[in-house]
């Protein structure tokens, strides 16, 4: 769409213009946002990464999760979402406060994400100490918004494995 623009003005005092025209091209729409995730093993001080951890019953594992507007437009009614693996987790740190944990579900409602606008939240849950040997606990979020639809993108599932059960000894 393009538009041009003349500004006219009269006065008693002066002589009637014009300005010059005016006109430009607006750019369209374009609503995007990158999803993020991260995990770390926070009992042994482990990175955050992209890749698959070892974990022991009993540890935290720590879950980073950055939705960035990476569109032309400010994103309005974001809903991000996260089944959790285990139930119990807890928020460490966020943005704001728009997320709330309730049993397994990370549920976070962000009413604005300006441009090039990041929204982050951290996460911790423990690998039961009942745990079986060898569990695999895979974790991935999704995220919406009013302009880009349900689902736009959801992240990869990231692994948490607990280890192989050692005998006992006594």
Excluded at 68 to 85: A, K, M, R
Excluded at 152 to 161: F, K, P, S
């Amino acid at each position: 769409d393009t538009f041009s623009n003349t500004f006219t003005h009269d006065s008693d005092q002066t002589d009637s213009g014009e300005s010059n025209e005016v006109s430009g091209t607006m750019a369209d729409c374009a609503p995007s946002y990158t999803l993020t995730k991260q995990q770390s093993d926070f009992t042994d001080a482990g990175s955050f990464t992209t890749a698959d951890i070892d974990v022991e019953n009993g540890e935290v594992i720590r879950y980073k999760i950055v939705v960035t507007n990476t569109g032309n437009e400010p994103l309005v009614n974001l809903e991000l979402s996260d089944d959790l693996p285990i139930a119990g987790g807890s928020i460490v740190s966020q943005t704001g406060t728009a997320c709330s944990i309730v049993s397994d579900d990370l549920d976070c409602t962000i009413p604005s994400l300006g441009l090039s606008g990041a929204y982050e939240v951290v996460i911790a849950v423990t690998v039961p100490q009942a745990a079986a040997c060898e569990t695999t606990y895979t974790n991935s979020a999704s995220v919406s918004s009013e302009q880009t639809g349900v689902l736009g993108t959801t992240t990869d599932g990231i692994d948490a494995n607990t280890e192989p059960c050692l005998p006992h000894v006594t």
